[in-house]
């Protein structure tokens, strides 16, 4: 079973919405991120929040990480058509000494800025 | 920047072929991975290696194999492929001291077609 779950699946918005997307995950974590995946491309790391901070800063993008409900959002702020992709949140499931010291993605949220 | 190049964007092979994906990063990263990606299945650990003739299984080894000669080259390969092994597969990298949930860098992806 997946690690990570976004929701939505899908998000349609007007270019100068905000665009939020959201993710749970079901085991204890050190640390969350999230990547950015343009059509038939690879992955892009966009930021990684760690299990004791609650909320981060990248330019329009704010990440919130609340690990007593096991989830994440990612904000983009002002969207342009240019932040049509697909998001996707990964989380590690443990430490060295489990069998899941490895990222774990979820399906991804498909976004698409409508101009 | 980083970057991690797959040798191949488009590949067609046909059924039994045995296919070479090679993945190379110029950063001096310990850490690499090959993930395949597919509608609604998000992305699967393939392979990881942490050094240099190393290698461990991810969540679906089966059906393929991998080589580490050099630090900075990661080969997938597919002894035999078959038609459940056309998919998007993508090359990543990590630094060491991140250890395997840190940021990853993605290459392009390579998409096979097995027929």
């Known amino acids: 079973s997946q690690q990570g779950e976004e929701d939505p699946q899908a998000l349609s918005i007007q270019e100068g919405e905000n665009a939020t997307m959201n993710c749970s995950y079901k085991t204890s974590i050190n640390n969350l991120q999230w990547y950015r995946q343009n059509s038939g491309r690879g992955l892009v790391h966009l930021i990684l929040i760690r299990s004791n901070e609650r909320e981060k800063h990248s330019g329009r993008l704010r990440v919130t990480l609340d690990t007593s409900k096991k989830s994440s959002s990612l904000l983009i702020t002002a969207s342009r058509a240019a932040d049509t992709a697909s998001y996707f949140c990964?989380?590690?499931?443990?430490?060295?000494?489990?069998?899941?010291?490895?990222?774990?993605f979820g399906s991804g949220t498909r976004l698409l800025v409508r101009p | 920047d980083v970057k991690v190049t797959q040798s191949s964007r488009y590949l067609v092979k046909r059924t039994g072929e045995k296919v070479f994906l090679e993945c190379v990063q110029d950063?001096?990263?310990?850490?690499m991975f090959w993930y395949r990606q597919d509608p609604g299945l998000g992305l699967r650990l393939i392979y990881f290696?942490?050094?240099?003739?190393?290698?461990e299984k991810g969540d679906i080894p089966e059906g393929y194999s991998v080589s580490r000669e050099k630090k900075e080259r990661f080969s997938l390969i597919l002894e035999s492929a078959s038609t459940n092994q056309t998919s998007m597969y993508l090359c990543?990298?990590?630094?060491?001291?991140?250890?395997?949930?840190?940021?990853?860098?993605f290459g392009e992806g390579s998409r096979l077609t097995v027929l």
């Open positions: 290696s942490y050094d240099v003739k190393m290698k």
């Open positions: 990543a990298s990590s630094l060491w001291g991140t250890s395997f949930t840190g940021e990853l860098f």
């Open positions: 990964a989380t590690d499931a443990g430490g060295w000494m489990d069998s899941s010291y490895k990222l774990i």
């Open positions: 950063m001096d990263h310990e850490n």
